[in-house]
């Protein structure tokens, strides 16, 4: 049984805002796919909700400066059935077509996928593989931070109180640049990742020379980009050495936390350097 709270549903912005700043321990509600799941087991207990989900200024996916920019309340069927997420960034196309079923889809949105900040969020390797900034509204204005910043681990992230995420930026990728999406779970179907990898392969135009970015989820408390093979990986003709040197590259540095329930930490190990190395295969061939 969910506790008594109090429910407010702000009509714009400056509304939910000020909500925040009377309430500061009030909770945003957007999807609730992930919240009334915690309050429902006891183990978020909020005195206070503030629904988002009439708020224009966080809904809408258009162009904005050379980004993309994507309103927080955008949910992950709507990334799905998007033309320019399915054209222009794959990666994120792909993650949001195994995420759940078409009810979680139509409810989660993209912005609490953010906050939530779960290691192993669908769309955590691919915003961070796309270098993602997120839009933060407060007291003091606005301001955009890159997304790996924003996370600080499981279920923290840099949100100031009295915040809110509005949007989320992805910068335009070269033309010719593709991304894959792959995951790992305990069976097949609908659960949740035990790992997860993006992989996006850029052509830029300003130096000619290919741009490999890799990053993984659920293994370690964020999720994170694998710098080192990636810079192993700058400018060099694909082999099967180079494969092989890219596999044990990627595992080499990762610490898998020792809690996770879908996975245990060697096995991810062992798995990272072989799901991204598929990948890059698939993108390359």
């Known amino acids: 049984m969910i506790p008594r709270f109090e429910y407010h549903r702000p009509k714009d912005l400056s509304e939910a805002l000020e909500c925040l700043r009377q309430m500061p321990q009030a909770v945003i509600l957007a999807g609730g796919t992930d919240l009334l799941v915690k309050m429902r087991r006891g183990k ?9 989900k009439g708020l224009q200024a966080c809904r809408d996916i258009c162009w904005e400066n050379g980004h993309l920019s994507v309103g927080a309340l955008t949910d992950f069927q709507q990334l799905l059935e998007s033309d320019v997420i399915r054209d222009r960034f794959a990666v994120l196309h792909q993650a949001a077509r195994v995420m759940g079923c078409y009810e979680i889809r139509r409810r989660a949105t993209l912005g ?12 955590g390797s691919p915003l961070a593989a796309l270098e993602a900034r997120v839009e933060l509204a407060g007291p003091d204005g606005r301001r955009r931070i890159p997304v790996t910043e924003f996370w600080q681990g499981p279920g923290r992230t840099a949100l100031a109180p009295g915040e809110l995420l509005v949007r989320v ?16 779970s305990r069976v097949r179907g609908m659960d949740l990742a035990s790992m997860n990898a993006a992989v996006v392969v850029l052509y830029p135009e300003d130096t000619g020379r290919r741009e ?3 990053a993984l989820g659920a293994m370690a408390p964020t999720p994170v ?17 180079l494969f092989s040197r890219l596999g044990k590259e990627v595992s080499r ?3 898998p936390r020792a809690t996770s329930l879908r996975a245990s930490p060697d ?8 799901l991204v190395t598929r990948a890059l295969e698939e993108l390359l061939s």
Not at 169 to 184: D, N
């Open 267 to 274: 096995y991810k190990k062992q798995m990272a350097g072989e």
């Open 212 to 214: 490999i970015r890799i």
């Open 169 to 184: 930026l992805i910068p335009e990728l070269p033309p010719g640049s593709r991304g894959i999406y792959r995951r790992r």
């Open 253 to 255: 540095d990762l610490h």
């Open 112 to 123: 609490g996928n953010v906050v939530n900040a779960s290691p192993g969020a669908e769309s």
């Open 225 to 241: 980009r694998i710098i080192a093979a990636e810079r192993m990986l700058a400018g060099r003709e694909v082999s099967g050495e």
């Open 44 to 52: 978020l207990r909020p005195p206070a909700l503030v629904d988002i």
